[in-house]
């Protein structure tokens, strides 16, 4: 969903914890993120995938940019994956010309809301070959025009000029992709404080996408009820002594406490991490190499080793300003704690640049 021609843009991504903008530039080769701010998002602002405060969201974005002197104007933002549905369709091949129309007739079949008030999009994930006729593999996306016009209202509240809007995993693909060996699949788990998604890329392409309904709220609030704590109180724990331990033996009661806690509560998100290695896996024929955790509950002690020895596949820690030129943000160590947390906003604002 494209308003305008290849310029610079400005990564925006609005969570539910935190807003976060991005820019950066090419310089010959070399990739440079050149600004970046993150602000803690108010208690209610944003809820469900949706900005509940419109006014609010945008004057702290306005801010930042006049703070922190973005150059650029010009805005991609990504849409959350509670307000996007995707469908996986298979059609005969066709004339490029053709195939757009056909996905429309498709929808209607597979998407259960009118399509009018839908946004489509589609990318060809594969080929296969049934019954003697080759077909194309599409992943169908459609996102409400409702909550495409609500992100858009709080870019142009900000005084900037949304340019494009896309899904979440495109953005993580950018941020993410140089990471995959050869043509084996990666799969990134993005884990954010409301929902997290499981992504799939294979030769710089997204082959499958999934949310799940399983944030790091969701531990929160099993902390918070182990241990008798308000939200805040909760999260401050989580965040500072939180951590899965590989020896549970020889720690103090709190620490192993935390340990069984966390892991039961993480029991969901590997559950439907493994589902959707096997749906991928059945579908496509193919496995992944690797696992990348991106995302603000990807910075929990010990989850990676956890996740790899439950899903039984080398699991990384997602870095997407790794390969990038960031001197110019002197970044501090806290900076560099949270780089998980940028996958999106990184990936957004190189959309153009990489693309």
Request: hydrophobic residues 40%.
């Amino acid at each position: 969903m494209v308003f305008g021609a290849k310029q610079t843009f400005l990564g925006l991504d609005i969570g539910t914890s935190f807003i976060k903008l991005a820019e950066a530039r090419r310089t010959g080769k070399e990739l440079k993120i050149t600004r970046l701010d993150l602000i803690p998002t108010p208690a209610g602002a944003v809820s469900g995938g949706n900005v509940i405060r419109v006014e609010e969201v945008a004057s702290l974005i306005r801010k930042s940019v006049h703070q922190h002197r973005f150059r650029t104007r010009r805005v991609v933002t990504a849409v959350p994956g509670k307000n996007v549905i995707t469908r996986y369709i298979k059609m005969p091949a066709m004339p490029a010309k053709e195939v757009e129309t056909a996905i429309k007739y498709e929808a209607e079949k597979y998407i259960p809301l009118p399509i009018p008030e839908l946004m489509l999009d589609y990318l060809p994930v594969g080929e296969t070959e049934g019954d003697g006729t080759k077909q194309t593999q599409y992943l169908l996306i459609a996102v409400p025009k409702q909550v495409v016009y609500q992100f858009c209202e709080v870019i142009l509240q900000a005084g900037l000029k949304p340019v494009a809007v896309e899904i979440e995993p495109l953005a993580l693909l950018r941020s993410y992709d140089w990471m995959a060996e050869g043509s084996s699949g990666l799969a990134c788990v993005d884990i954010g404080a409301g929902a997290s998604s499981v992504s799939i890329f294979k030769r710089n392409s997204l082959q499958f996408s999934r949310t799940i309904t399983f944030g790091g709220n969701n531990l929160t609030e099993s902390l918070k009820q182990e241990f008798d704590l308000d939200f805040a109180g909760a999260q401050k724990l989580k965040e500072h002594e939180g951590e899965i331990l590989s020896a549970p033996e020889g720690v103090s009661e709190k620490a192993a406490r935390l340990d069984t806690t966390l892991r039961e509560g993480l029991g969901e998100l590997v559950h439907e991490v493994r589902r959707s290695l096997e749906f991928f896996r059945v579908q496509s024929r193919e496995g992944i190499a690797k696992i990348v955790l991106s995302g603000g509950g990807a910075r929990l002690k010990g989850l990676s080793v956890l996740m790899a020895e439950e899903l039984g596949v080398p699991v990384e820690l997602g870095n997407p300003l790794k390969n990038l030129n960031t001197k110019r943000l002197a970044l501090a160590q806290g900076w560099k704690d949270m780089a998980p947390s940028l996958g999106v906003v990184v990936g957004l604002a190189l959309r153009e640049v990489v693309d």
